[in-house]
Protein backbone atom coordinates (compact mmCIF):
# COMPACT_ATOMS: atom_id res chain seq x y z
CA UNK A 1 0.00 0.00 0.00
CA UNK A 2 1.74 3.67 -0.97
CA UNK A 3 0.93 6.57 0.56
CA UNK A 4 -1.10 9.02 -1.19
CA UNK A 5 -0.93 12.14 0.64
CA UNK A 6 -0.90 15.53 -0.85
CA UNK A 7 0.33 18.50 -0.70
CA UNK A 8 -2.54 19.63 1.00
CA UNK A 9 -2.48 17.20 3.60
CA UNK A 10 0.98 17.60 4.31
CA UNK A 11 0.39 21.53 4.76
CA UNK A 12 -2.79 20.59 7.15
CA UNK A 13 -0.74 18.61 9.17
CA UNK A 14 2.20 20.83 9.55
CA UNK A 15 -0.61 23.64 10.07
CA UNK A 16 -1.70 21.10 13.23
CA UNK A 17 2.32 20.75 14.68
CA UNK A 18 2.74 24.59 14.37
CA UNK A 19 0.06 25.70 15.99
CA UNK A 20 0.40 22.98 18.65
CA UNK A 21 4.75 23.87 19.58
CA UNK A 22 3.50 27.44 19.00
CA UNK A 23 0.99 27.42 22.18
CA UNK A 24 2.59 24.75 24.27
CA UNK A 25 5.57 27.62 24.21
CA UNK A 26 3.54 30.52 24.40
CA UNK A 27 1.92 28.95 27.36
CA UNK A 28 5.13 28.13 28.48
CA UNK A 29 6.53 31.83 29.23
CA UNK A 30 6.88 32.53 32.68
CA UNK A 31 7.08 36.19 34.09
CA UNK A 32 10.28 38.13 33.26
CA UNK A 33 13.09 37.45 35.44
CA UNK A 34 11.13 34.85 37.46
CA UNK A 35 12.28 31.63 37.80
CA UNK A 36 10.21 28.45 37.41
CA UNK A 37 9.11 26.82 40.65
CA UNK A 38 8.57 23.27 40.62
CA UNK A 39 4.82 23.97 41.47
CA UNK A 40 4.48 25.98 38.02
CA UNK A 41 6.58 23.30 36.12
CA UNK A 42 4.71 20.49 37.82
CA UNK A 43 1.43 21.56 38.86
CA UNK A 44 0.62 24.41 36.46
CA UNK A 45 0.76 26.81 39.08
CA UNK A 46 -2.30 25.14 40.32
CA UNK A 47 -4.86 27.14 37.85
CA UNK A 48 -6.23 24.85 35.93
CA UNK A 49 -9.77 25.48 35.07
CA UNK A 50 -12.52 22.36 34.62
CA UNK A 51 -12.45 22.52 31.07
CA UNK A 52 -9.44 22.04 30.83
CA UNK A 53 -8.87 19.58 33.19
CA UNK A 54 -11.53 16.85 31.38
CA UNK A 55 -10.20 17.97 27.73
CA UNK A 56 -6.28 17.02 29.30
CA UNK A 57 -7.33 14.08 31.21
CA UNK A 58 -8.92 12.43 27.76
CA UNK A 59 -6.23 13.38 25.92
CA UNK A 60 -3.64 12.00 28.14
CA UNK A 61 -5.96 8.84 28.47
CA UNK A 62 -6.67 8.30 24.80
CA UNK A 63 -3.77 7.50 22.64
CA UNK A 64 -2.16 4.46 20.08
CA UNK A 65 -3.94 2.19 23.16
CA UNK A 66 -7.14 3.06 22.22
CA UNK A 67 -6.87 4.78 18.47
CA UNK A 68 -5.13 1.39 17.28
CA UNK A 69 -5.30 -0.92 20.03
CA UNK A 70 -9.04 -1.05 20.69
CA UNK A 71 -10.05 -0.41 17.45
CA UNK A 72 -8.20 -3.63 16.71
CA UNK A 73 -10.15 -5.26 19.74
CA UNK A 74 -13.65 -3.61 18.07
CA UNK A 75 -12.41 -5.83 14.68
CA UNK A 76 -11.52 -9.21 17.17
CA UNK A 77 -14.35 -8.62 19.31
CA UNK A 78 -16.86 -5.99 19.12
CA UNK A 79 -18.51 -3.30 21.31
CA UNK A 80 -17.55 -5.48 24.21
CA UNK A 81 -13.96 -4.08 24.27
CA UNK A 82 -16.15 -0.50 24.28
CA UNK A 83 -17.11 -1.27 28.79
CA UNK A 84 -13.17 -0.57 29.18
CA UNK A 85 -14.78 3.36 28.00
CA UNK A 86 -17.86 3.52 29.83
CA UNK A 87 -17.35 1.64 32.89
CA UNK A 88 -14.29 4.13 33.29
CA UNK A 89 -16.98 7.30 33.18
CA UNK A 90 -18.98 5.87 36.05
CA UNK A 91 -14.96 5.02 37.55
CA UNK A 92 -14.31 9.25 37.00
CA UNK A 93 -17.12 9.75 39.03
CA UNK A 94 -16.26 7.79 41.80
CA UNK A 95 -12.23 8.77 41.38
CA UNK A 96 -14.46 12.46 41.75
CA UNK A 97 -15.95 12.34 44.73
CA UNK A 98 -13.86 9.73 46.86
CA UNK A 99 -10.29 9.99 45.81
CA UNK A 100 -9.70 13.94 44.68
CA UNK A 101 -10.96 15.39 48.13
CA UNK A 102 -8.38 13.24 50.20
CA UNK A 103 -5.26 13.61 47.52
CA UNK A 104 -5.84 17.65 47.41
CA UNK A 105 -6.00 17.93 51.03
CA UNK A 106 -3.16 16.68 51.20
CA UNK A 107 -1.32 18.48 48.84
CA UNK A 108 -0.36 16.07 46.37
CA UNK A 109 2.37 16.45 43.43
CA UNK A 110 2.68 12.70 43.23
CA UNK A 111 0.54 9.82 43.40
CA UNK A 112 3.95 7.78 45.79
CA UNK A 113 3.94 10.92 47.96
CA UNK A 114 0.40 9.89 49.10
CA UNK A 115 2.39 6.27 50.16
CA UNK A 116 4.91 8.48 52.17
CA UNK A 117 2.11 10.23 53.86
CA UNK A 118 -0.11 7.25 54.80
CA UNK A 119 2.67 4.63 54.98
CA UNK A 120 6.34 5.35 55.09
CA UNK A 121 9.06 6.50 52.98
CA UNK A 122 10.79 3.01 52.12
CA UNK A 123 7.14 1.88 50.46
CA UNK A 124 7.20 5.05 48.76
CA UNK A 125 10.40 5.00 46.54
CA UNK A 126 9.67 1.24 45.98
CA UNK A 127 6.26 2.13 44.36
CA UNK A 128 8.30 5.48 42.88
CA UNK A 129 10.72 3.19 41.17
CA UNK A 130 8.39 0.84 40.25
CA UNK A 131 5.89 3.54 38.56
CA UNK A 132 9.12 5.32 36.67
CA UNK A 133 9.72 1.66 35.12
CA UNK A 134 6.04 1.05 34.21
CA UNK A 135 5.70 4.89 31.82
CA UNK A 136 9.19 3.92 30.56
CA UNK A 137 9.42 0.39 29.30
CA UNK A 138 5.14 -0.13 29.09
CA UNK A 139 3.25 2.67 28.16
CA UNK A 140 6.00 5.07 26.53
CA UNK A 141 7.13 2.23 24.39
CA UNK A 142 3.82 0.87 23.47
CA UNK A 143 2.81 4.50 22.56
CA UNK A 144 5.88 4.63 20.39
CA UNK A 145 5.58 1.96 18.56
CA UNK A 146 1.74 1.80 17.96
CA UNK A 147 2.17 5.36 16.81
CA UNK A 148 4.75 4.21 14.53
CA UNK A 149 3.24 1.76 13.36
CA UNK A 150 0.05 3.35 12.07
CA UNK A 151 2.11 6.51 10.79
CA UNK A 152 4.01 3.59 8.45
CA UNK A 153 0.97 2.28 7.38
CA UNK A 154 -0.68 5.97 6.51
CA UNK A 155 2.07 8.10 5.41
CA UNK A 156 4.20 4.83 4.51
CA UNK A 157 4.32 1.40 2.43
CA UNK A 158 2.73 -0.43 5.53
CA UNK A 159 6.16 -2.71 5.26
CA UNK A 160 7.49 -1.62 8.65
CA UNK A 161 10.39 0.86 6.94
CA UNK A 162 9.05 4.09 8.38
CA UNK A 163 8.66 3.06 12.27
CA UNK A 164 11.65 3.77 13.56
CA UNK A 165 11.76 7.09 11.79
CA UNK A 166 8.30 8.37 12.56
CA UNK A 167 8.86 6.97 16.80
CA UNK A 168 12.00 9.28 16.46
CA UNK A 169 9.54 11.98 15.37
CA UNK A 170 6.90 11.77 17.63
CA UNK A 171 8.64 11.70 20.75
CA UNK A 172 10.69 15.20 19.33
CA UNK A 173 7.61 16.22 19.23
CA UNK A 174 6.18 15.82 22.40
CA UNK A 175 9.40 16.70 23.99
CA UNK A 176 9.79 19.91 21.95
CA UNK A 177 7.05 21.45 24.18
CA UNK A 178 6.22 19.25 27.07
CA UNK A 179 9.91 19.47 28.57
CA UNK A 180 10.62 22.94 28.00
CA UNK A 181 6.74 24.10 29.48
CA UNK A 182 6.03 21.19 31.99
CA UNK A 183 2.16 20.07 32.95
CA UNK A 184 0.91 23.98 31.82
CA UNK A 185 2.20 23.19 28.40
CA UNK A 186 0.62 19.99 27.83
CA UNK A 187 -2.54 20.96 29.66
CA UNK A 188 -3.25 23.77 27.22
CA UNK A 189 -2.33 22.29 24.03
CA UNK A 190 -4.33 18.47 25.19
CA UNK A 191 -7.62 21.20 24.53
CA UNK A 192 -6.67 21.96 21.19
CA UNK A 193 -5.46 18.07 20.87
CA UNK A 194 -8.95 16.77 22.47
CA UNK A 195 -11.19 18.56 19.99
CA UNK A 196 -8.69 17.44 16.94
CA UNK A 197 -9.02 14.13 17.46
CA UNK A 198 -13.05 13.55 18.45
CA UNK A 199 -13.68 15.76 15.29
CA UNK A 200 -11.12 13.62 13.44
CA UNK A 201 -12.39 10.49 14.91
CA UNK A 202 -15.85 11.13 13.99
CA UNK A 203 -14.90 12.39 10.04
CA UNK A 204 -13.24 8.44 10.22
CA UNK A 205 -16.52 6.71 11.36
CA UNK A 206 -18.57 8.75 9.13
CA UNK A 207 -16.48 8.34 6.19
CA UNK A 208 -16.00 4.21 6.74
CA UNK A 209 -20.02 4.37 6.89
CA UNK A 210 -20.17 5.92 3.66
CA UNK A 211 -18.26 3.42 1.98
CA UNK A 212 -19.70 0.38 4.04
CA UNK A 213 -22.31 -0.62 1.41
CA UNK A 214 -22.62 0.15 -2.67
CA UNK A 215 -25.39 2.38 -1.76
CA UNK A 216 -23.44 4.65 0.44
CA UNK A 217 -25.11 6.43 3.36
CA UNK A 218 -23.63 6.57 6.75
CA UNK A 219 -27.15 4.87 8.23
CA UNK A 220 -27.34 2.31 5.38
CA UNK A 221 -23.29 1.76 6.84
CA UNK A 222 -24.53 1.69 10.58
CA UNK A 223 -27.71 -0.50 10.01
CA UNK A 224 -25.72 -2.24 7.60
CA UNK A 225 -22.93 -3.51 9.79
CA UNK A 226 -25.85 -4.25 12.78
CA UNK A 227 -27.36 -6.45 10.64
CA UNK A 228 -24.14 -8.59 9.46
CA UNK A 229 -22.20 -8.07 12.51
CA UNK A 230 -24.85 -8.49 15.26
CA UNK A 231 -22.95 -10.40 17.44
CA UNK A 232 -20.20 -7.87 17.62
CA UNK A 233 -22.75 -5.27 19.13
CA UNK A 234 -22.90 -7.37 22.75
CA UNK A 235 -21.44 -6.06 25.70
CA UNK A 236 -21.96 -8.77 27.28
CA UNK A 237 -20.08 -11.80 26.24
CA UNK A 238 -21.24 -15.37 26.63
CA UNK A 239 -18.83 -18.42 27.94
CA UNK A 240 -18.79 -19.63 24.47
CA UNK A 241 -17.42 -16.40 22.56
CA UNK A 242 -14.01 -17.11 21.36
CA UNK A 243 -13.12 -13.43 23.79
CA UNK A 244 -14.53 -14.82 26.63
CA UNK A 245 -11.38 -14.94 28.15
CA UNK A 246 -10.32 -11.31 27.88
CA UNK A 247 -13.63 -9.76 28.89
CA UNK A 248 -15.58 -12.91 31.08
CA UNK A 249 -19.09 -11.25 30.68
CA UNK A 250 -21.11 -10.24 33.80
CA UNK A 251 -17.58 -9.98 35.34
CA UNK A 252 -16.87 -6.89 33.49
CA UNK A 253 -19.48 -5.53 35.05
CA UNK A 254 -19.08 -6.73 38.71
CA UNK A 255 -15.60 -8.23 38.78
CA UNK A 256 -12.05 -7.23 37.39
CA UNK A 257 -12.59 -4.44 34.74
CA UNK A 258 -13.14 -2.09 38.04
CA UNK A 259 -9.55 -3.19 39.65
CA UNK A 260 -8.24 -2.54 35.86
CA UNK A 261 -10.10 1.08 36.10
CA UNK A 262 -9.79 2.09 39.39
CA UNK A 263 -5.86 1.90 39.17
CA UNK A 264 -6.06 3.77 36.15
CA UNK A 265 -8.20 6.44 36.69
CA UNK A 266 -7.11 6.72 40.59
CA UNK A 267 -4.23 6.03 40.92
CA UNK A 268 -2.41 6.71 37.82
CA UNK A 269 0.32 9.83 37.51
CA UNK A 270 0.01 10.76 34.63
CA UNK A 271 -3.67 10.96 34.30
CA UNK A 272 -4.41 12.35 37.91
CA UNK A 273 -1.86 15.07 37.85
CA UNK A 274 -3.96 17.13 36.20
CA UNK A 275 -6.48 17.11 38.80
CA UNK A 276 -3.90 17.83 41.75
CA UNK A 277 -3.29 21.34 38.87
CA UNK A 278 -7.00 22.51 39.65
CA UNK A 279 -7.56 26.08 40.86
CA UNK A 280 -9.54 24.50 43.21
CA UNK A 281 -11.25 21.01 44.34
CA UNK A 282 -14.90 21.66 43.15
CA UNK A 283 -13.29 22.51 39.61
CA UNK A 284 -11.12 19.50 39.88
CA UNK A 285 -14.02 17.45 40.33
CA UNK A 286 -16.04 19.58 37.64
CA UNK A 287 -13.15 18.58 34.74
CA UNK A 288 -13.52 15.19 36.20
CA UNK A 289 -17.46 14.66 35.31
CA UNK A 290 -17.11 16.59 31.86
CA UNK A 291 -14.09 13.87 31.07
CA UNK A 292 -16.71 11.06 32.06
CA UNK A 293 -19.06 12.90 29.57
CA UNK A 294 -16.60 12.71 26.52
CA UNK A 295 -16.09 9.25 28.14
CA UNK A 296 -19.48 7.89 26.38
CA UNK A 297 -18.70 9.25 22.89
CA UNK A 298 -15.24 7.60 22.40
CA UNK A 299 -16.28 4.07 20.93
CA UNK A 300 -17.97 6.20 18.31
CA UNK A 301 -14.38 6.94 17.46
CA UNK A 302 -11.98 3.92 18.58
CA UNK A 303 -14.38 0.85 18.23
CA UNK A 304 -17.09 1.63 15.58
CA UNK A 305 -14.53 1.47 13.11
CA UNK A 306 -12.60 -1.83 14.07
CA UNK A 307 -16.53 -3.65 13.55
CA UNK A 308 -16.72 -1.38 10.39
CA UNK A 309 -13.20 -2.85 8.56
CA UNK A 310 -14.40 -6.56 10.39
CA UNK A 311 -17.30 -6.87 8.05
CA UNK A 312 -15.21 -5.04 4.98
CA UNK A 313 -13.07 -8.08 5.58
CA UNK A 314 -15.20 -10.46 5.91
CA UNK A 315 -17.91 -9.44 3.13
CA UNK A 316 -21.34 -10.60 3.98
CA UNK A 317 -24.02 -10.02 1.21
CA UNK A 318 -24.79 -6.52 0.79
CA UNK A 319 -20.89 -5.38 1.57
CA UNK A 320 -18.94 -3.20 -1.11
CA UNK A 321 -16.15 -5.41 -2.27
CA UNK A 322 -12.68 -3.20 -1.30
CA UNK A 323 -9.64 -4.14 -3.49
CA UNK A 324 -6.78 -5.94 -1.25
CA UNK A 325 -9.03 -6.09 1.73
CA UNK A 326 -8.31 -9.53 2.01
CA UNK A 327 -4.75 -9.10 1.90
CA UNK A 328 -4.91 -6.21 3.95
CA UNK A 329 -5.05 -7.58 7.41
CA UNK A 330 -2.96 -11.06 6.94
CA UNK A 331 0.47 -11.74 8.07
CA UNK A 332 2.56 -13.44 6.43
CA UNK A 333 1.45 -16.77 8.37
CA UNK A 334 -2.16 -16.59 7.80
CA UNK A 335 -2.73 -14.85 11.23
CA UNK A 336 -4.86 -11.79 11.72
CA UNK A 337 -3.27 -8.44 11.73
CA UNK A 338 -6.21 -6.37 14.25
CA UNK A 339 -4.49 -3.14 14.85
CA UNK A 340 -4.64 -2.17 11.31
CA UNK A 341 -7.79 -1.60 11.09
CA UNK A 342 -8.02 2.40 11.83
CA UNK A 343 -4.81 2.72 9.65
CA UNK A 344 -5.97 1.02 6.71
CA UNK A 345 -8.98 2.83 7.03
CA UNK A 346 -7.46 6.16 6.68
CA UNK A 347 -5.61 5.19 4.34
CA UNK A 348 -8.05 3.65 2.26
CA UNK A 349 -10.81 5.80 2.73
CA UNK A 350 -10.23 9.84 3.92
CA UNK A 351 -10.26 12.07 0.85
CA UNK A 352 -7.05 14.10 0.26
CA UNK A 353 -7.06 17.62 2.60
CA UNK A 354 -9.36 15.80 5.27
CA UNK A 355 -6.67 12.64 5.55
CA UNK A 356 -4.14 15.20 6.56
CA UNK A 357 -7.01 16.55 9.00
CA UNK A 358 -7.54 13.01 10.26
CA UNK A 359 -3.89 11.84 10.62
CA UNK A 360 -3.17 14.93 12.51
CA UNK A 361 -6.32 13.99 14.83
CA UNK A 362 -4.30 10.55 15.83
CA UNK A 363 -1.19 12.27 16.07
CA UNK A 364 -2.82 14.55 18.47
CA UNK A 365 -3.88 11.16 20.55
CA UNK A 366 -0.10 10.01 20.30
CA UNK A 367 1.34 13.42 21.15
CA UNK A 368 -0.54 14.12 24.31
CA UNK A 369 -0.25 10.87 25.64
CA UNK A 370 3.75 11.11 25.35
CA UNK A 371 3.83 14.74 27.02
CA UNK A 372 1.64 13.39 30.17
CA UNK A 373 3.67 10.24 30.29
CA UNK A 374 6.81 12.16 30.02
CA UNK A 375 5.62 15.04 32.57
CA UNK A 376 4.36 12.14 35.07
CA UNK A 377 7.34 10.51 34.95
CA UNK A 378 9.96 13.75 35.36
CA UNK A 379 7.36 14.46 38.00
CA UNK A 380 7.81 11.27 40.37
CA UNK A 381 11.52 10.69 39.31
CA UNK A 382 12.23 14.85 40.76
CA UNK A 383 9.76 14.68 43.73
CA UNK A 384 9.96 11.30 44.74
CA UNK A 385 13.71 10.14 43.72
CA UNK A 386 15.88 12.99 43.51
CA UNK A 387 14.75 15.44 45.55
CA UNK A 388 14.91 13.31 49.12
CA UNK A 389 17.88 11.54 47.93
CA UNK A 390 19.81 13.30 45.28
CA UNK A 391 19.42 16.74 45.89
CA UNK A 392 22.48 18.46 47.34
CA UNK A 393 22.00 20.64 50.30
CA UNK A 394 22.75 23.89 49.02
CA UNK A 395 19.68 25.74 49.01
CA UNK A 396 19.64 25.59 45.09
CA UNK A 397 16.49 25.01 43.15
CA UNK A 398 17.50 22.40 40.40
CA UNK A 399 13.95 20.60 40.63
CA UNK A 400 13.01 22.13 37.35
CA UNK A 401 16.06 21.44 35.62
CA UNK A 402 16.10 18.09 36.75
CA UNK A 403 12.33 17.33 35.82
CA UNK A 404 13.66 18.39 31.82
CA UNK A 405 16.35 16.17 31.72
CA UNK A 406 14.58 13.16 33.55
CA UNK A 407 11.87 13.45 30.99
CA UNK A 408 14.30 13.73 28.29
CA UNK A 409 16.68 10.52 29.22
CA UNK A 410 12.97 8.93 29.80
CA UNK A 411 11.94 9.31 26.25
CA UNK A 412 15.48 8.38 24.70
CA UNK A 413 15.26 5.10 26.68
CA UNK A 414 11.22 4.77 24.98
CA UNK A 415 12.64 5.26 21.55
CA UNK A 416 15.65 2.43 22.24
CA UNK A 417 13.51 -0.15 23.11
CA UNK A 418 9.90 0.68 21.18
CA UNK A 419 10.83 -0.61 18.05
CA UNK A 420 11.75 -4.34 19.32
CA UNK A 421 7.76 -4.87 21.26
CA UNK A 422 7.27 -6.06 17.53
CA UNK A 423 3.76 -7.10 16.31
CA UNK A 424 1.01 -7.94 18.91
CA UNK A 425 -2.50 -8.99 17.78
CA UNK A 426 -4.39 -6.79 19.69
CA UNK A 427 -1.94 -4.35 21.99
CA UNK A 428 -5.08 -2.78 24.01
CA UNK A 429 -5.85 -6.34 25.47
CA UNK A 430 -1.93 -7.09 26.17
CA UNK A 431 -1.17 -4.04 27.42
CA UNK A 432 -4.19 -4.49 29.74
CA UNK A 433 -3.13 -7.53 30.94
CA UNK A 434 0.13 -7.90 31.58
CA UNK A 435 -0.25 -4.29 33.66
CA UNK A 436 -2.87 -6.63 35.57
CA UNK A 437 -0.43 -8.39 37.00
CA UNK A 438 1.18 -5.52 39.23
CA UNK A 439 -2.01 -3.22 39.36
CA UNK A 440 -3.96 -5.33 41.75
CA UNK A 441 -1.57 -5.67 44.83
CA UNK A 442 -0.89 -1.44 44.12
CA UNK A 443 -4.89 -0.97 44.06
CA UNK A 444 -4.94 -2.75 47.30
CA UNK A 445 -2.85 -0.71 49.24
CA UNK A 446 -3.89 2.53 48.00
CA UNK A 447 -7.65 1.42 48.86
CA UNK A 448 -6.60 0.41 52.45
CA UNK A 449 -5.11 3.48 53.24
CA UNK A 450 -7.74 5.65 51.98
CA UNK A 451 -10.25 3.68 54.03
CA UNK A 452 -9.28 1.29 56.41
CA UNK A 453 -7.53 3.60 59.46
CA UNK A 454 -5.85 0.39 60.92
CA UNK A 455 -3.88 -0.71 57.81
CA UNK A 456 -0.30 -0.51 58.73
CA UNK A 457 3.19 0.18 57.25
CA UNK A 458 4.20 -3.66 57.93
CA UNK A 459 0.88 -4.84 56.14
CA UNK A 460 1.11 -2.52 53.18
CA UNK A 461 4.73 -3.95 52.51
CA UNK A 462 3.09 -7.60 53.03
CA UNK A 463 0.87 -7.22 50.48
CA UNK A 464 2.35 -5.44 47.88
CA UNK A 465 5.11 -8.18 47.92
CA UNK A 466 2.40 -11.39 48.33
CA UNK A 467 0.58 -9.60 45.28
CA UNK A 468 2.99 -10.75 42.71
CA UNK A 469 3.40 -14.25 43.40
CA UNK A 470 -0.30 -14.91 44.04
CA UNK A 471 -0.80 -12.74 40.60
CA UNK A 472 1.50 -14.95 39.12
CA UNK A 473 -0.32 -18.51 40.82
CA UNK A 474 -3.65 -17.18 39.19
CA UNK A 475 -1.93 -17.10 36.01
CA UNK A 476 -1.22 -20.17 35.51
CA UNK A 477 -2.93 -22.19 32.84
CA UNK A 478 -4.30 -25.05 34.62
CA UNK A 479 -6.81 -22.63 36.15
CA UNK A 480 -8.25 -21.33 33.13
CA UNK A 481 -9.44 -18.33 34.87
CA UNK A 482 -9.98 -14.91 32.49
CA UNK A 483 -6.79 -12.44 33.34
CA UNK A 484 -9.85 -9.75 34.31
CA UNK A 485 -11.09 -12.60 37.11
CA UNK A 486 -7.37 -13.41 37.95
CA UNK A 487 -7.04 -9.64 39.25
CA UNK A 488 -9.84 -9.92 41.14
CA UNK A 489 -8.98 -12.69 43.20
CA UNK A 490 -5.25 -11.33 43.37
CA UNK A 491 -6.76 -7.77 44.71
CA UNK A 492 -9.25 -9.23 47.25
CA UNK A 493 -6.82 -11.63 48.73
CA UNK A 494 -4.28 -8.96 48.82
CA UNK A 495 -6.28 -6.88 51.12
CA UNK A 496 -6.91 -9.82 53.10
CA UNK A 497 -2.90 -9.76 53.51
CA UNK A 498 -3.11 -6.26 54.58
CA UNK A 499 -6.07 -6.88 57.31
CA UNK A 500 -4.37 -9.71 58.60
CA UNK A 501 -0.74 -8.44 59.15
CA UNK A 502 -2.18 -4.85 60.39
CA UNK A 503 -4.73 -6.19 62.59
CA UNK A 504 -1.81 -8.88 63.81
CA UNK A 505 0.73 -6.37 64.52
CA UNK A 506 -2.10 -2.85 65.10
CA UNK A 507 -5.19 -4.88 66.83
CA UNK A 508 -7.07 -2.20 68.71
CA UNK A 509 -6.04 1.56 67.99
CA UNK A 510 -6.16 3.24 64.30
CA UNK A 511 -2.85 4.14 62.58
CA UNK A 512 -1.51 7.11 63.68
CA UNK A 513 -1.05 7.66 59.86
CA UNK A 514 -4.55 6.88 58.91
CA UNK A 515 -6.86 9.02 57.11
CA UNK A 516 -9.80 11.09 59.14
CA UNK A 517 -12.82 11.68 57.23
CA UNK A 518 -15.42 13.60 58.34
CA UNK A 519 -19.17 14.31 56.98
CA UNK A 520 -18.15 17.11 54.56
CA UNK A 521 -14.75 15.59 53.23
CA UNK A 522 -17.17 13.63 50.39
CA UNK A 523 -19.47 16.68 50.11
CA UNK A 524 -19.91 17.80 46.43
CA UNK A 525 -21.78 20.47 44.99
CA UNK A 526 -25.25 20.33 42.71
CA UNK A 527 -23.09 20.74 39.51
CA UNK A 528 -21.27 17.34 40.27
CA UNK A 529 -24.40 15.61 41.67
CA UNK A 530 -26.62 16.28 38.40
CA UNK A 531 -24.04 15.23 36.04
CA UNK A 532 -23.25 11.85 38.07
CA UNK A 533 -27.07 11.34 37.73
CA UNK A 534 -27.47 11.66 33.81
CA UNK A 535 -24.22 9.47 33.55
CA UNK A 536 -25.50 6.42 35.34
CA UNK A 537 -29.40 6.91 33.60
CA UNK A 538 -26.72 6.69 30.24
CA UNK A 539 -24.86 3.99 30.81
CA UNK A 540 -27.85 2.09 32.41
CA UNK A 541 -29.59 2.43 28.54
CA UNK A 542 -26.73 1.46 26.77
CA UNK A 543 -26.08 -1.54 28.65
CA UNK A 544 -29.68 -2.08 28.35
CA UNK A 545 -29.43 -1.91 25.00
CA UNK A 546 -26.31 -3.47 23.94
CA UNK A 547 -26.53 -6.02 26.52
Not at 260 to 269: I, K, R, S, T, V
Amino acid sequence: MESNFTFLDYFIFALYAIIILSVGLWVSRGKKGVKKSAEDYFLASKSLPWWAIGASLIAANISAEQMIGMSGSGMALGLAIASYEWMAALTLIIVGKYFLPIFIEKGLYTIPEFIEKRFSTNLKTILAVFWIALFIFVNLTSVLFLGGKALDTILGNGDGSMIFTAIVSLALFAAAYSLYGGLAAVAWTDVIQVTLLVVGGLITSVIALEHVTPDGGVLNGLSHIYDTAGDKFHMILKRDNPEFMNLPGIAVLIGGMWIANLYYWGFNQYIIQRTLAAKSLKEAQRGIVFAAFLKLIIPLIVVIPGIIAFVMFSQPEGTAMIDGVGEAFRKADGSMNYDKAYPWLISTFIPAGLKGLVVAALAAAIVSSLASMVNSTSTIFTMDIYKPYLAKKDGKNRDVAVGRIAGAVALVIAIIVAPTLGSIEQAFQYIQEYTGLVSPGILAVFMMGLFYKKATNKGAIAGILVSIPVALALKTPYLELPWMDQMLYTFLITMVVIVFVSFSTNKEIDDPKGIVVTKTTFKTGPVFNMAAYAICIILVVLYTVFW
